[in-house]
T-cell receptor, first 113, second 115 residues
Framework: EAQVTQNPRYLITVTGKKLTVTCSQN?????MSWYRQDPGLGLRQIYY???????DKGDVPEGYKVSRKEKRNFPLILESPSPNQTSLYFC????????????FGPGTRLTVT | AQSVAQPEDQVNVAEGNPLTVKCTYS??????LFWYVQYPNRGLQFLLK??????LVKGSYGFEAEFNKSQTSFHLKKPSALVSDSALYFC?????????????FGAGTRLFVKA
């Protein structure tokens, strides 16, 4: 089954404790992206990747890091999480062509206390 | 700057009635426009898109959308609403200036369909 998976689905952590949210897709897509969803703000793009070893900032990259060492994986790293990073996070992928729709993972709900 | 606006936080409609969820956009050049739906505790699912061609595009679950260049709008429509259509709907545009890799979403519109 074609899908985007994220782990963990739920995470409660404390301020400053480094964490990684994994994202993996099995559709051989070149493009992958991370979003955060907050009430009233919709989805805002954090980082995106056009292919292996090629990443760029979205609209809200502060406090986040990403890497793309393999085509299928695109982990999101929070080196020192803060309470304002409490949010619902989505990973998405698509073929490289911008005319294609994105396929979304199920989401990761992160709470930072 | 490119932007997407969904002017209604919530739309209420009775089952069987037509529904419209509004979206307006501001982009440089030709827009690539998308509608996605989010059901509770789920990720976003693609509904339909406008890339080029016919201004009326048809998508999943009986939804359609009309692209209006002069009004810079891309409203989502369905002739007869179902209770199961109740969900959160997002309009999005891909930023062609960056090769389509940046995506801008509207704030979302919650649709309630009453039986």
């Amino acid at each position: 089954e074609a899908q985007v998976t994220q782990n963990p689905r739920y995470l409660i952590t404390v301020t400053g404790k480094k964490l990684t949210v994994t994202c993996s897709q099995n559709m051989n897509h070149e493009y992958m992206s991370w979003y955060r969803q907050d009430p009233g703000l919709g989805l805002r793009q954090i980082y995106y990747s056009m292919n292996v070893e090629v990443t760029d900032k979205g609209d809200v990259p502060e406090g986040y890091k990403v890497s793309r060492k393999e085509k299928r994986n695109f982990p999101l790293i929070l080196e020192s999480p803060s309470p304002n990073q409490t949010s619902l996070y989505f990973c998405a992928s698509s073929p490289r062509d911008e005319s294609y729709e994105q396929y979304f993972g199920p989401g990761t709900r992160l709470t930072v206390t | 700057a490119q932007s997407v606006a969904q002017p209604e936080d919530q739309v209420n409609v009775a089952e069987g009635n037509p529904l419209t969820v509004k979206c307006t956009y501001s982009v440089s050049g030709n827009p690539y426009l998308f509608w996605y739906v989010q059901y509770p505790n789920r990720g976003l699912q693609f509904l339909l898109k406008y890339i080029t061609g016919d201004n009326l595009v048809k998508g999943s679950y009986g939804f359609e959308a009309e692209f209006n260049k002069s009004q810079t709008s891309f409203h989502l429509k369905k002739p007869s609403a179902l209770v199961s259509d109740s969900a959160l709907y997002f309009c999005a545009v891909r930023d062609i200036r960056t090769g389509g890799f940046k995506t801008i979403f509207g704030a979302g519109t919650r649709l309630f369909v009453k039986a």
